[in-house]
């Protein structure tokens, strides 16, 4: 089945600074990619999705490159504000419902 | 408008006993799934449910069972609870199997 391996498992930058979060995978069927964001006592939001497609996303502060050949994933955040701080979660999934597959997140802190 | 809206919030109870959780989505999504989220963050899939078929995670323990009563419905029963349930379960659904998930606010569980 799929593995999903995520890092850093915590960053933490300064408000106005870039972070990098970067995942890989190992099912080379995989062909969905989505990024969530867990703040504290809430459920995990999707922030971006990337198909394998497609090379690069964006929206607005938030973009996301796949590198399919190297079965690794990233999401980039720029200009971050204290908002952003939260638990981010990669993952990957082909076509049937379970085989989703999530990192074990990073616990991004963005400070002031 | 909640559109994935799970109950209750908060659960403690003893172990032995037989409790459920319930899931509702309005967003007119075809496929519902639970997730259970460790002390450390971790999410893993328990079930799937589209179209009345049921996908199971192969290591979920029988005392858990799903049951749909209508497209907008999937609800948790967990019978003889163990200290090792306690967790955050999460209810979520998606419009595409597999892709682009709601997830709803999560149940904390605990056994005591």
């Known amino acids: 089945g799929e593995n999903v391996e995520q890092h850093p498992s915590t960053l933490s930058v300064q408000e106005g600074d870039s972070a990098v979060i970067k995942c890989t995978y190992s099912?080379?069927?995989?062909?969905?990619f989505p990024w969530y964001k867990q703040e504290l006592g809430k459920g995990p939001q999707l922030i971006i999705d990337?198909?394998?497609?497609?090379g690069e996303k964006k929206d607005q502060r938030i973009a996301v490159t796949l590198n399919k050949t190297a079965k690794h994933f990233s999401l980039h955040i720029t200009e971050t504000q204290p908002e952003d701080s939260a638990v981010y979660f990669c993952a990957a999934s082909g076509y049937t419902p379970n085989d989703m597959r999530f990192g074990a997140g990073t616990r991004l802190t963005v400070k002031p | 408008d909640t559109a994935v809206s799970q109950t209750p919030k908060y659960l403690v109870t003893q172990m032995g006993n037989d409790k459920s959780i319930k899931c509702e989505q309005n967003l007119g999504h075809d496929t519902m799934y639970w997730y259970k989220q460790d002390s450390k963050k971790f999410l893993k899939i328990m079930f799937s449910y589209n179209n009345k078929e049921l996908i199971i995670n192969e290591t979920v323990p029988n005392r858990f069972s799903p049951k749909s009563p209508d497209k907008a419905h999937l609800n948790l029963h967990i019978n003889s609870l163990e200290l090792g349930d306690s967790a955050v379960y999460f209810c979520?659904?998606?419009?595409?199997?597999?892709?682009?998930?709601?997830f709803g606010s999560g149940t904390r569980l605990t056994v005591v």
């Open positions: 099912d080379s069927a995989s062909n969905y």
């Open positions: 990337i198909r394998s497609n497609v």
């Open positions: 979520a659904s998606s419009l595409e199997a597999g892709r682009g998930y709601t």
